[in-house]
């Protein structure tokens, strides 16, 4: 593993010590937010871990290294960088090869989590099936990694622009379990209702923690989604997320966006829509999922 992973000083020491620690993924950092606010959002996110007794490990790719742990000057050098790559599954091994930096989506921050021996992963929302599946065929290789790769994913749901029933069957299908913390309702990122109610529900990152090690230690391997519901004060209501996600959505139609662009197209476009309010909302919930990840990453080292 040391011939490809590169450890941060801080992360190393919490392992050796046995530290409880949660990871970070970067794609926010680079393609999720824009300049300052992505930077001043990673930073927060990352003392928020600490506040609540856990190490954070925002995870990256730079110069072909895998990054567990990234300093201030790489933070800020992810939320100032224009040619980041966004790196899923199968583009890890291309910027390994090539050399390059890349910006870490669910998906890779879970496996490269799961490398270094990282169970709990806090992020905004997670990926899923897109709306018009039927033309597109889109589907996040999020769900595929879940279905896999044995880290637990704190999160405010699947993203709203996403179609979230047909995000939870096929997690169904992958044998995912989907948690809900302290709700029976399934998050819709910006919004605490989705008006879909939620598999499992439990109500304390003890709880969780139990969940999680009775799982894996009976040899279910694969991971699982915590829906953590977006801080009340900072939700927005569904149907003003919605007007502004279906405008998105014709948009993105006209203009020919497909593939990995069009999450990034559509959370700028949502942010217009909302006059920065969806921006705001998600800066509290990513920040509101860290507090969650760190309190359950500590519930498990006991």
Same mark, same amino acid.
């Given at each position: ?9 801080e ?8 530290? %409880? ?13 824009? /300049? %300052?606010q ?29 990054k567990?742990?990234?300093s %201030?000057?790489?933070?800020e ?7 980041i ?8 091994p /291309?910027?390994i090869?090539?050399?390059c ?6 998906s890779?921050t ?20 897109h ?32 179609d ?6 096929h997690?169904e ?7 809900? /913390?302290?709700t029976?309702?399934f998050?819709?990122? /910006? ?5 879909q109610?939620? %598999? ?7 709880e969780?923690a ?7 230690e ?6 699982v ?38 999450t ?12 920065g309010k969806?921006?705001?909302a998600?800066?509290a919930l ?11 990453a ?5």
């Open positions: 593993m040391s011939e490809f992973i590169d450890l941060a000083p992360v190393a020491e919490a392992f050796a010590s046995g530290a %409880p620690v949660v990871a970070l993924e970067s794609t926010i950092i680079s393609h999720g937010m824009p /300049y %300052p992505n930077l001043e959002t990673a930073q927060a996110v990352e003392q928020d871990v600490r506040d609540n007794g856990a190490i954070p490990a925002t995870i990256a790719v730079i110069g072909g290294r895998c567990i742990g990234l %201030p000057a790489e933070l050098y992810f939320a100032k960088g224009s040619d790559l966004k790196l899923s599954r199968r583009d890890i /291309y910027a090869a090539k050399k930096d890349g910006a870490t989506t669910v890779a879970m496996i490269l989590a799961e490398k270094a021996g990282i169970k709990v992963f806090a992020t905004g929302g997670i990926g899923g099936v709306r018009e599946l039927a033309t597109s065929f889109d589907i996040s290789a999020d769900l595929t990694e879940l279905g896999k790769t044995s880290v637990a994913v704190v999160c405010a749901g699947a993203k709203a622009i996403l979230i029933p047909m995000t939870l069957e997690l299908t992958l044998g995912v379990p989907v948690i809900a /913390y302290g029976d309702e998050p819709a990122f /910006y919004t605490v209702k989705s008006g109610k939620a %598999p499992l529900r439990l109500d304390t990152p003890g969780i139990a969940f999680l090690a009775s799982k894996w009976f040899g279910l391997e694969g991971g989604v915590i829906g953590n519901p977006p801080p009340a004060d900072k939700a927005l209501a569904l149907e003003a997320i919605e007007h502004a996600i279906d405008s998105a959505l014709v948009e993105a139609k006209g203009l020919n966006i497909h593939g990995r662009d069009v990034p197209f559509l959370l700028q476009r949502v942010t217009q829509h909302t006059k969806s921006l705001e998600n800066i990513v920040r509101n999922n860290a507090r969650l990840g760190a309190q359950i500590v519930a498990m080292a006991k």
